[in-house]
């Protein structure tokens, strides 16, 4: 495999690398217990991006996107992350909402929720996991009644990141019982400002209040924010997923090769870089970080061929997620007490953070439960 860029590749490079150090935030704005300064402060990085072309990057031209291929925006993505820019506050709607919308939408759908979406005016969230339905989608009871020309939804969703900035949710629901629980359900677009929708906060091990809770109590959503066909909702929920991990799973290749980086400067920086059992601990990680990245390489020649991520997204989510967790662990176990006290030397808040990383998009057991079945053909666990 050629690993090597090409001209034109290059050239994009580093157009994108030039325009990040003139225009990277010097701080991301005010701090996260701000929370309404920083999501405007997110808002209005996101919108520069967009002007200058740097969102959307694979969409269509007709709908506010650059019309460009994968590997420009996996380029893209790697120079944010060397750059270490603050991500686009629309983070759903982009790596989820806005790719679904495109494959499953009508035309008026397409002109109406992409441009806002891209902007940042409007922010997305996604309505998937339930309090007894987290790890088995199949089995969500959040209803949706016909009303003839509406649906009236009804029911409760958990989990939600940026629900409580959002104006869009992308919430699966049961229109119907079918024997088969994967049909019978309808994929709405509902909006967050309507009548009946209440959000919750949960706030996590770090203090942080990024996920929440939303109840559903006869909340009007018209026919016309049906995403594809009524009744064949889990189609779309699945081509939803597949963008979750396969636009994440790259974007998190590179993220280990740099965390990886870090930790071996973090145990110079200790004075322990000369302990065999920490050389081999960082040499161990440095190595899972570069098969990652080769894994994630194998990811991009898939998409390239197809158009759409399949599931060797599910390979690199669970491998960062997991290796992750590790070197977080590893950092402050390097440091000892010390690293329990004050900010743990920058590594504390990542430490409790990373707890997330193998349940957020997919928990470590559903992914396994994936790559058996849909990569390696296995039979299906029940």
């Known amino acids: 495999m050629d690993f090597d860029l090409s001209e034109s590749e290059k050239t994009f490079r580093d157009e994108v690398r030039a325009w990040l150090k003139a225009n990277v935030p010097r701080k991301d704005g005010p701090s996260e217990s701000d929370m309404k300064a920083f ?26 996107g650059r019309g460009e291929g994968f590997m420009q925006q996996l380029i893209f993505n790697d120079e944010m992350i060397q750059a270490k820019a603050p991500e686009p506050i629309n983070v759903i709607g982009l790596g989820m909402g806005g790719p679904v919308v495109i494959s499953h939408g009508t035309e008026e759908q397409k002109k109406r929720y992409l441009p806002p979406l891209l902007s940042a005016e409007e922010i997305w969230c996604q309505g998937f996991s339930e309090p007894n339905a987290g790890s088995d989608l199949s089995g969500l009871q959040t209803r949706a009644e016909d009303k003839g020309d509406h649906y009236l939804v009804n029911g409760q969703k958990v989990w939600t990141t940026l629900a ?79 963008h979750e991990r396969g636009t994440l799973g790259m974007a998190l290749a590179t993220r280990a090769q740099i965390t990886a980086a870090e930790l071996a400067e973090h145990a110079r920086k200790l004075g322990r870089g000369a302990d065999p059992l920490i050389r081999q601990t960082v040499a161990q990680y440095t190595i899972e970080a570069r098969a990652l990245q080769l894994n994630g390489y194998r990811a991009v020649t ?47 808040y990542q430490f409790l953070r990373s707890r997330a990383n193998t349940i957020e998009a997919g928990s470590s057991e559903v992914l396994r439960n994936i790559l058996a079945e849909r990569v390696l053909g296995l039979p299906r666990s029940r």
């Open 39 to 64: 999501v405007e402060s997110r808002r209005a990085w996101q919108r520069k991006l967009y002007e200058a072309g740097y969102v959307g990057i694979t969409w269509p031209k007709e709908y506010g």
């Open 164 to 242: 409580h900035v959002a104006k869009w949710c992308m919430l699966v629901t049961r229109e119907r019982k079918e024997a088969n629980p994967r049909e019978g359900l309808t994929y709405l677009l509902v909006d967050m400002e309507s009548p009946g929708v209440e959000v919750r906060p949960l706030v996590q091990i770090t203090g942080d209040a990024e996920f929440n809770e939303i109840f559903f109590k006869d909340v009007k959503v018209p026919k016309s924010q049906i995403l594809g066909e009524a009744g064949n909702g889990w189609a779309v929920a699945m081509t939803t997923l597949l």
């Open 302 to 348: 898939a998409v390239k061929r197809s158009g759409i991520p399949g599931p060797e997204g599910s390979i690199l989510k669970l491998m960062w997620s997991e290796l992750n967790q590790r070197m977080a662990e590893a950092a402050v176990d390097m440091a000892g007490p010390a690293g329990q006290v004050g900010d743990g030397d920058g590594w504390l």
